[in-house]
């Protein structure tokens, strides 16, 4: 079985540039998260959808931050515009069930902004 | 809020020596507790958990007791190998409205030298 997988894995982008992140959770897990991880500090949470919705988009700390994801498989996180504190690493996990704490994660995407 | 605080590191061992690598919380509600490892190049891998007081969380030769009473949930483990070398972090999840997100630490870094 196939698991979480992120792309790209490493991203370098200009301060004002666009970049979309995509993640593909394991088939059939209908909870996908996104988390980042500035350089140093900890992983914190961004985003929780089940299936199709956003059930908890709590940690998302803009509106330059957008997560879509489309009948319910992938998902994407684009930044617009990119500002340096953007930089970090960009984590999906993804879980198979309705509160299921055993969230299996993807390797990240390294997101540099200069 | 929920938060977890783990030591600072590089934590450098010798091959076969003991690691203790300490980890506290605090949460609102009862959480369960996690330690997540993330080798060098992949993404984070759940290596064990706890999910009420008193539990004793075990796989690899590690070991984490979730101990209420000093909100604490160290990892240890008898005797490293250099392939432990990773990034070690400790996390809570508390159930919010059915489901659950997770709160890390910062992580350590762990470095055994053969």
């Known amino acids: 079985e196939a698991g979480v997988t992120q792309f790209p894995s490493h991203s370098v982008i200009e301060k004002g540039q666009t970049v979309t992140l995509r993640c593909d959770p394991i088939s059939g897990h209908d909870n996908l998260y996104w988390y980042r991880r500035v350089m140093g500090k900890e992983i914190k949470f961004l985003l929780h959808?089940?299936?199709?919705?956003?059930?908890?988009e709590s940690g998302m700390p803009n509106n330059r931050f957008l997560a879509e994801r489309t009948g319910g498989t992938y998902s994407t996180l684009k930044v617009q515009p990119a500002e340096l504190e953007d930089s970090g690493v960009y984590f999906c996990a993804s879980s198979p069930k309705w509160a299921d704490y055993e969230q299996y994660f993807g390797p990240g995407t390294r997101l540099t902004v200069t | 809020g929920d938060s977890v605080t783990q030591m600072e590191g590089p934590v450098t061992l010798s091959e076969e020596a003991f690691l203790t690598i300490n980890c506290t919380y605090t949460?609102?509600?009862?959480?369960?507790l996690f330690w997540y490892v993330q080798y060098p190049g992949e993404g984070l891998q759940l290596l064990l958990k706890?999910?009420?007081?008193?539990d004793k969380g075990s796989n690899k030769g590690f070991e984490a007791t979730y101990r209420k009473e000093t909100t604490s949930f160290h990892l240890e483990k008898g005797s490293v190998q250099v392939s432990d070398s990773a990034v070690y972090f400790c996390a809570l999840g508390v159930m919010n409205s059915g489901y659950s997100t997770l709160t890390f630490g910062k992580g350590t870094m762990l470095l055994v030298s053969p």
């Open positions: 959808f089940v299936k199709e919705s956003k059930q908890d």
């Open positions: 706890a999910t009420k007081a008193d």
């Open positions: 949460a609102t509600g009862y959480p369960s």
